[in-house]
């Protein structure tokens, strides 16, 4: 369910409204009000843009259910990139009507600037994947310029699709004062519960009305390899609902309730036709086996159902009905996921809705119901008697035996496995009975491989040259086959030179195969061959010589400043490197690096190099074992990529042989 809040104006549309005419006004009394507070406000980093001096936010639940939604937003800008908070936009659809947007600048001397709704741009929602009736007004203010002052109201009408609300007072920037009030009708309650927050207890406004208010609310602060932001800002989630005995069940009451009501929305879109079923025919025609039919199914959906979302409406929550999907060979994730349940049943094969949001962490396992969701996957049973030997996002469950977790959306990643962001992750498992909220599995660093081994020669002049064979599957083939499939000015040529220019410099990319690359059940296997001058250096009679020549698994993530958030590591993986480097004529080795071993507990690491006669062989291990690192461990993992980076960057020393 889409927010009702302001959102920043695309960068893009800014040239086209930026023009927009105001005039000088003064400014309302509440926006004087908050430009006073601006001289106690806290001392806030010096790279903050900007700060929100307010945010005041009032629903108000008429007794139809409709929502009268007003929203008050003063921000002081701090720096010039705090400066697109000068323009916003307010979206609106079928379901709900804006009923005033005004916007002001206050410069630090003179009167403000005002633009009213009739000099907002109206355009129409357009994306190349999706369209919706969802229509968008943008107000731009003049002087929104560092020291300024802008702000924005707006008023909303809205028929919600669920009796929840969200108030989401916390994002990348500081707030100085932000405030929720609810109005409901007689005899109606609600209940709140808070996310990545304390609980606050709001003050009584008169009849049936709940103020909460909040002060000096920290920004969050973007860190590299950090959780999703969506997974660490506070909020609070309000369910609303007419007393007993006018609604005698509360749907939000439990996740069960939550996916009762999303099968009333789908129960007949899984209904089969003719079509689909002589296509399920066709394409199991040549499997010999349950397994096999499934992925065969599994992959039509994924790669010939074209990916384009319509949500008109409710359809932003409901697919559309099997037969039209499969006629139209396109839909969102929810379609995909009817339509691929549609044809698994026709072979006996029952599957359920998942309900999921692609990061991991904004929904979890303590959480209460609420509409934390934005992606759909399945869960198909697998019958007894199907071997799940290479099937490793599996889930046993109590009453439906095996479950096979499949995310048909994602292209590359087939039948079998799941993509990281959905690993440890926690989604609503959605059958007749009702909604449960369920964890996906981690799977095990042995599925997601990579195997690198190298035969390499080096001239007396330093020059590297040799063959490179690469091994990916899983979690690493994924990656690499999204990088060249997913840009189309890529290609593997430019994939591999944009790869080894990290580690070798004035590089000729020789030759280059890849096989698989459209075969996702498939092994990747890239093999490449180069030249590298210069690669070794010369110092009198002795050569210095980098035993890791490809590949970088240290990383200076700690050493810049002290980290507030935990450290996601990606996937668990298992990934080797054998580089063979044959010694120049007249060289031999003088000095090699130690041994390195470094095992903590989300991560494990060892690499030796040894001479076998006229062959200095480099081989290391490094393996990943849990996805996320834990602020009390950040120590620990700095200490990790202090080793792995001094053993990357160490040097063997050749010497000129004696005569």
Same mark, same amino acid.
């Given at each position: 369910? +889409?927010?009702?809040?302001? *959102? &920043?104006?695309?960068?893009?549309?800014?040239?086209?409204?930026?023009?927009l005419?105001?005039?000088?006004?003064?400014?309302p009394? /509440?926006?004087?009000?908050?430009?006073?507070?601006? $001289?106690?406000?806290?001392?806030?980093?010096?790279?903050?843009?900007?700060?929100?001096?307010l945010?005041?936010?009032?629903? @108000?639940?008429? =007794?139809?259910?409709?929502?009268?939604?007003?929203?008050?937003?003063?921000? +002081?800008?701090?720096?010039?990139?705090?400066?697109?908070?000068? =323009?916003?936009?307010?979206?609106?659809?079928?379901?709900?009507k804006?009923?005033?947007?005004?916007? /002001?600048? *206050?410069?630090?001397?003179?009167?403000?600037?005002?633009?009213?709704?009739?000099?907002?741009?109206?355009?129409?929602?357009?994306?190349?994947?999706?369209?919706?009736?969802?229509?968008?007004?943008?107000?731009?203010?003049?002087?929104?310029?560092?020291?300024?002052?802008?702000?924005?109201e707006?008023?909303?009408?809205?028929?919600?699709?669920?009796?929840?609300?969200?108030?989401?007072?916390?994002?990348?920037?500081p707030?100085?004062?932000?405030?929720?009030?609810?109005?409901? &009708?007689?005899?109606?309650?609600?209940?709140?519960? !808070? *996310?990545?927050?304390?609980?606050?207890?709001?003050?009584?406004?008169?009849?049936?009305?709940?103020?909460?208010?909040?002060?000096?609310? %920290?920004?969050?602060?973007?860190?590299k390899?950090? #959780?999703?932001?969506?997974?660490?800002?506070?909020?609070?989630?309000?369910?609303?609902?007419?007393?007993a005995?006018?609604?005698?069940?509360?749907?939000?009451?439990? /996740?069960?309730?939550?996916?009762?009501?999303?099968?009333?929305?789908?129960?007949?879109?899984?209904?089969?036709?003719?079509?689909?079923?002589?296509?399920? +025919?066709?394409?199991?025609?040549?499997?010999? @086996?349950?397994?096999?039919?499934?992925?065969?199914l599994?992959? /039509?959906?994924?790669?010939?159902?074209r990916?384009?979302?319509?949500?008109?409406?409710?359809?932003?929550?409901?697919?559309?009905?099997?037969?039209?999907?499969?006629?139209?060979?396109?839909?969102?994730?929810?379609?995909?996921?009817?339509?691929? %349940?549609?044809?698994?049943?026709?072979?006996?094969?029952?599957?359920y809705?998942?309900?999921?949001?692609?990061?991991?962490?904004?929904?979890?396992?303590?959480?209460?119901?609420?509409?934390?969701?934005?992606?759909?996957? *399945?869960?198909?049973?697998?019958?007894?008697?199907? &071997?799940?030997?290479r099937?490793y996002?599996?889930? @046993?469950?109590?009453?439906?035996?095996?479950?096979?977790?499949?995310?048909?959306?994602?292209?590359?990643?087939?039948?079998?496995?799941?993509?990281?962001?959905?690993?440890?992750?926690?989604?609503?498992?959605?059958?007749?009975?009702?909604?449960?909220?369920?964890?996906? &599995?981690?799977?095990p660093?042995?599925?997601?491989?990579? =195997?690198r081994?190298?035969?390499?020669?080096?001239? #007396?002049?330093?020059?590297?040259?040799?063959?490179?064979?690469?091994?990916? !599957?899983?979690?690493?083939?994924?990656?690499?086959?999204?990088?060249?499939?997913?840009?189309?000015?890529? $290609?593997? #040529? +430019?994939?591999?030179?944009?790869?080894? %220019?990290?580690?070798?410099?004035?590089?000729?990319?020789?030759?280059?195969?890849?096989?698989?690359?459209?075969?996702?059940?498939?092994?990747?296997?890239?093999?490449?061959?180069?030249?590298?001058?210069?690669?070794?250096? %010369?110092?009198?009679?002795?050569?210095?010589?980098?035993?890791?020549?490809?590949?970088?698994?240290?990383?200076?993530?700690?050493?810049?400043?002290?980290?507030?958030?935990?450290?996601?590591?990606?996937?668990?993986?298992?990934?080797?490197?054998?580089?063979?480097?044959?010694?120049?004529?007249?060289y031999?080795?003088?000095?090699?690096p130690?041994?390195?071993?470094?095992?903590?507990?989300?991560? @494990?690491?060892?690499?030796?190099?040894?001479?076998?006669?006229?062959?200095?062989r480099?081989?290391?291990?490094?393996?990943?074992?849990?996805?996320?690192?834990?602020?009390?461990?950040?120590?620990?993992?700095?200490?990790?990529?202090?080793?792995? =980076?001094?053993?990357?960057?160490?040097?063997?020393?050749?010497?000129?042989?004696?005569?």
């Amino acid at each position: 369910m +889409k927010a009702h809040r302001l *959102l &920043p104006a695309f960068f893009i549309l800014l040239p086209l409204i930026w023009f927009l005419p105001a005039a000088r006004a003064d400014a309302p009394d /509440w926006l004087q009000a908050a430009a006073a507070s601006a $001289s106690s406000l806290p001392k806030y980093p010096p790279e903050t843009k900007e700060v929100e001096l307010l945010d005041d936010e009032t629903i @108000t639940i008429q =007794a139809d259910g409709e929502i009268v939604w007003h929203y008050r937003m003063a921000c +002081k800008i701090l720096r010039t990139s705090g400066c697109s908070k000068g =323009a916003f936009v307010a979206y609106y659809n079928k379901d709900s009507k804006i009923t005033s947007f005004k916007g /002001w600048t *206050l410069p630090a001397v003179g009167k403000a600037y005002e633009v009213k709704d009739k000099d907002a741009v109206d355009f129409a929602d357009v994306d190349a994947q999706s369209f919706s009736d969802d229509r968008y007004k943008v107000l731009a203010l003049p002087a929104a310029q560092p020291g300024n002052i802008v702000a924005f109201e707006v008023e909303k009408k809205v028929r919600p699709e669920l009796p929840q609300e969200e108030w989401d007072f916390q994002s990348d920037t500081p707030v100085a004062v932000s405030r929720y009030t609810l109005q409901l &009708p007689p005899g109606w309650e609600y209940k709140t519960y !808070w *996310l990545n927050f304390a609980e606050v207890q709001p003050q009584r406004q008169g009849d049936n009305s709940w103020q909460w208010e909040l002060h000096n609310i %920290s920004g969050i602060e973007v860190e590299k390899e950090m #959780p999703p932001t969506e997974s660490l800002v506070g909020r609070m989630v309000v369910d609303y609902f007419a007393s007993a005995p006018a609604i005698p069940e509360k749907i939000l009451d439990s /996740w069960d309730d939550f996916g009762r009501w999303y099968l009333q929305l789908a129960s007949d879109r899984r209904n089969d036709s003719p079509e689909i079923a002589a296509k399920v +025919k066709e394409l199991t025609a040549n499997a010999p @086996t349950t397994l096999d039919k499934v992925k065969a199914l599994a992959a /039509w959906v994924q790669e010939d159902i074209r990916y384009y979302a319509i949500e008109i409406g409710i359809g932003g929550h409901q697919p559309h009905p099997a037969a039209q999907i499969f006629a139209n060979r396109y839909g969102d994730c929810k379609d995909k996921a009817t339509l691929l %349940s549609t044809m698994l049943k026709d072979i006996g094969v029952d599957s359920y809705y998942v309900i999921i949001n692609h990061q991991r962490g904004v929904v979890r396992g303590s959480d209460p119901p609420w509409h934390g969701f934005d992606h759909f996957i *399945l869960a198909i049973r697998i019958p007894a008697g199907v &071997p799940t030997t290479r099937l490793y996002a599996t889930f @046993t469950h109590p009453q439906l035996g095996t479950l096979l977790f499949f995310d048909p959306t994602n292209d590359p990643v087939p039948l079998g496995y799941l993509d990281q962001g959905l690993q440890l992750n926690y989604g609503l498992l959605v059958t007749d009975q009702g909604g449960e909220l369920v964890e996906l &599995p981690l799977l095990p660093g042995s599925t997601n491989r990579l =195997a690198r081994s190298a035969k390499l020669s080096l001239a #007396p002049d330093g020059t590297l040259h040799g063959n490179v064979h690469e091994v990916r !599957w899983g979690e690493p083939a994924f990656m690499t086959r999204a990088l060249i499939l997913g840009d189309s000015n890529s $290609s593997p #040529p +430019k994939a591999l030179e944009s790869f080894l %220019s990290n580690f070798l410099e004035g590089f000729q990319l020789v030759n280059d195969t890849v096989e698989n690359l459209h075969n996702y059940d498939q092994n990747l296997v890239v093999d490449y061959e180069f030249n590298a001058p210069n690669y070794a250096q %010369s110092s009198g009679d002795l050569l210095l010589v980098r035993p890791r020549v490809l590949g970088e698994k240290g990383s200076t993530l700690l050493e810049e400043k002290e980290r507030k958030y935990p450290v996601e590591l990606g996937a668990a993986t298992v990934q080797t490197d054998v580089f063979e480097i044959a010694l120049p004529p007249g060289y031999v080795v003088d000095e090699l690096p130690p041994p390195v071993h470094a095992d903590y507990p989300f991560a @494990t690491y060892t690499s030796k190099v040894e001479c076998d006669g006229r062959v200095l062989r480099y081989s290391r291990t490094f393996e990943v074992k849990h996805m996320d690192v834990p602020t009390d461990q950040l120590s620990d993992l700095k200490k990790f990529y202090e080793q792995v =980076a001094q053993d990357e960057n160490n040097s063997a020393v050749l010497k000129r042989a004696a005569n």
